[in-house]
């Protein structure tokens, strides 16, 4: 069975950094698009960062130059390193696959940023 297993998250102050992976198993996703979304309490959720197969990447336009997404397809893991963290960016961060038969999630890790 296919499973996304998300960890990195904590509680971090401003300006502090984390890095999300996301590991993947059950399938091989070195030939699919792989992405970070992220969900704040009484939002609807939305994209972060995304990753093609051969490395291309694409930001929503409030992370960056803070966030860098990247893919080691060895290891069928997803990654999401974390900058310059602002209280902005507290939310439940989900990663992605647009699989072979379906859309993959995982189940979220929570980042925290104080004041």
């Known amino acids: 069975q296919v499973q996304l297993v998300e960890s990195g998250g904590g509680l971090v102050q401003s300006g502090g950094s984390l890095r999300l992976s996301c590991a993947a198993s059950g399938s091989d996703f070195s030939g699919y698009i792989m992405g970070w979304y992220r969900q704040a309490p009484g939002m609807q959720r939305g994209l972060v960062a995304s990753?093609?197969?051969?490395?291309?990447?694409a930001y929503i336009g409030s992370v960056k130059g803070r966030f860098t997404i990247s893919r080691d397809n060895a290891k069928n893991t997803v990654y999401l390193q974390m900058n310059s963290l602002e209280p902005e960016d507290t939310a439940v961060y989900f990663c992605?696959?647009?699989?072979?038969?379906?859309?993959?999630w995982g189940q979220g890790t929570q980042v925290t940023v104080s004041s």
């Open positions: 990753i093609s197969t051969k490395g291309t990447t």
């Open positions: 992605k696959v647009w699989g072979p038969d379906r859309e993959y």
